[in-house]
């Protein structure tokens, strides 16, 4: 099946099938809180897929209000479980292959569900468990961009799912408020999972949601999963004649969603492959971004327009009047990333040389093999806007508060002392070295500071660290926009252009578990390379091999 052919299916259906029970789905228990109205989820009946709730809606909506957009937004259902006997509040998560509808005639994957996933909600000092079961016919692995996790709980490639497999991970939740996701790791064997609909939210709360940020799920706490899905085998983005361009949001086509509070926040989650959105709204109104992908700012900025690369996440807050309706954007339907994917093709070639497909791609020290593999086809080239979400305000609003100037109170920037050491990476091929699984190319001291500098000198690409915060120096020496300044772990590198980052490393030291840094080239699904790095005590720098032996953990054999 074409991709327009499955679109055209998620179109009719609205909701492409995160709504309905799919093979292989199995039992769930969960509660949920901050439900619209102040109900709670009751689990659903064995076998059956959880449902994702859709945003309230008002009496008299009529539609020439939601004209080319038919289908209310679906809200992913939130899964926020109470506390076990011992204190640890426990997930559930099947991946599992779908259906679309109507029709059944689309194939999708979706955990607990057709397509996308729960929602899940963590809070700082909880110790929680998550159970992966994979009900795919082949492995998969997860991925927690986000969350701060032990390294030996942080999956990737080294830590596949087979199929029937569980991978079961606890730790407890020890970092402040973030809107964090989960996904396939984007390289090697599971590269195009999550363009099959694998993804998922994840909000994790601290002391913060009492501080005047918009916080009722589904109500005026609003996720946004961009994605543009890929059925079948991994392939390059198709145009689409549709509003959406053949972009879904929160798996569904063509949406509206109807607002009743003065102010909304909106967790926006970038989970498509290879389009930078560059979002605003069709009427130019301002609104104010309060936290990047590692957490909330230290000061909330307004903005006309805020550009969100593959893997970032933004929290933005609009504010509405009574009865206006108003459209969500992506400015230039061709995105930045294929205004820039086009400037490097004319200079040479773009992303289409290498050898070894560009899966893993070996590192020193540093990023090789970005520009290396076949395949995948270039960036999509669409016409001018993408029309993503259409928003109609009911005619009575409830009150909101003004968005706090200081969303998170006390954070500080990233001082980068005198002398700390500086790494240095280039994109570029030097042969299939990434595929070992045990190897380590960087060792960092716990709870150490340093500048790491990136260097592309391709095609348009992502950049992504686990185990670690930073912040964004500069980009070939302009500063980042006010609003891209707060703590992240996903950066966007440009064309040709150079990346300086303040980098802070967590305090936890494991000479044996490795955590992961990776470059994603746009446009080209599975294109890229993985590094990893240990974390260990100041001063074992130098006695670290480079070669550990993964330790098996219980979670390795199930």
């Known amino acids: 099946m074409d991709r327009r052919h499955f679109l055209a299916l998620a179109a009719t259906a609205g909701l492409v099938a995160a709504c309905g029970p799919g093979p292989g789905a199995g039992p769930r228990a969960a509660t949920g809180r901050d439900a619209p109205g102040g109900g709670s989820h009751a689990a659903p009946e064995a076998g059956a897929g959880l449902r994702p709730r859709t945003a309230v809606g008002v009496r008299g909506e009529t539609a020439g209000e939601r004209a080319g957009f038919p289908n209310r937004l679906g809200i992913p259902p939130l899964i926020d479980p109470e506390p076990g006997p011992d204190g640890v509040r426990r997930f559930e998560l099947t991946a599992q292959a779908g259906r679309s509808r109507p029709g059944d005639t689309a194939p999708t994957w979706g955990f607990n569900g057709d397509l996308l996933g729960p929602t899940l909600r963590l809070r700082r000092g909880d110790e929680v468990q998550v159970a992966v079961t994979n009900a795919l016919e082949e492995a998969t692995t997860v991925h927690w961009p986000g969350l701060r996790l032990p390294a030996a709980v942080a999956s ?51 002391y913060t949601r009492r501080r ?88 909330s900025v307004e903005v006309s327009r805020v550009s969100v690369a593959p893997g970032e996440r933004v929290e933005l807050v609009v ?134 500098e990136i260097e592309n000198p391709a095609g348009p690409a992502v950049f992504h660290l686990q185990g670690a915060s930073f912040q964004v120096l500069d980009v070939d020496g302009d500063p980042a926009p006010p609003y891209a300044r707060g703590y992240k772990d996903t950066v966007r590198l440009p064309a040709r252009a150079a990346v300086r980052l303040a980098v802070r490393f967590g305090g936890l030291a494991d000479p044996y578990a490795p955590y992961l840094y990776h470059f994603r080239a746009l446009g080209r699904v599975g294109m890229g390379t993985t590094g990893r790095f240990v974390i260990v005590q100041p001063g074992d720098e130098g006695r670290t091999p480079r070669a550990p032996v993964l330790r098996p953990t219980s979670d390795d054999l199930q």
């Open 319 to 452: 504010a509405f009047t009574h009865g206006e309706n108003v459209l969500l954007r992506s400015l230039d339907g061709r995105g930045a990333a294929e205004r820039d994917a086009g400037q490097a093709s004319e200079q040479d070639g773009g992303l289409d040389s290498g050898e070894h497909g560009g899966l893993d791609g070996g590192l020193d020290g540093g990023l090789d093999g970005g520009e290396d593999g076949e395949g995948g086809g270039g960036p999509s080239v669409e016409r001018d806007g993408l029309d993503l979400l259409k928003i109609v305000v009911a005619p009575r609003l409830t009150a909101a508060r003004p968005v706090p100037r200081r969303p998170a109170v006390g954070l500080l920037p990233i001082e980068v002392p005198p002398g700390a050491r500086v790494r240095r990476f280039r994109t570029a091929g030097q042969g299939p070295r990434g595929t070992d699984p045990t190897r380590t190319d960087t060792v960092v001291p716990a709870a150490g500071t340093e500048v790491w």
């Open 156 to 206: 990737g490639p080294h830590r596949p799912i087979a199929a029937g497999g569980t991978w079961t991970g606890r730790w407890v939740v020890d970092q402040p408020a973030a809107t964090a996701w989960y996904h396939p790791y984007p390289l090697g064997p599971s590269a195009g999972h999550t363009g099959r609909g694998l993804a998922g939210l994840l909000i994790v709360d601290d």
């Open 212 to 299: 005047g940020l918009p916080s009722a799920y589904g109500v005026d706490d609003i996720p946004l999963i961009l994605h543009d899905p890929r059925p079948g085998s991994a392939g390059s983005t198709a145009g689409d004649a549709r509003p959406g361009g053949g972009v879904l949001v929160n798996g569904t086509a063509d949406p509206f969603l109807t607002v009743t509070s003065e102010r909304v926040r909106f967790r926006v989650v970038n989970g498509s492959d290879g389009r930078v959105f560059d979002l605003a709204f069709a009427d130019g109104r301002p609104f104010h971004v309060v936290g990047n992908d590692a957490g909330l700012l230290a000061a």
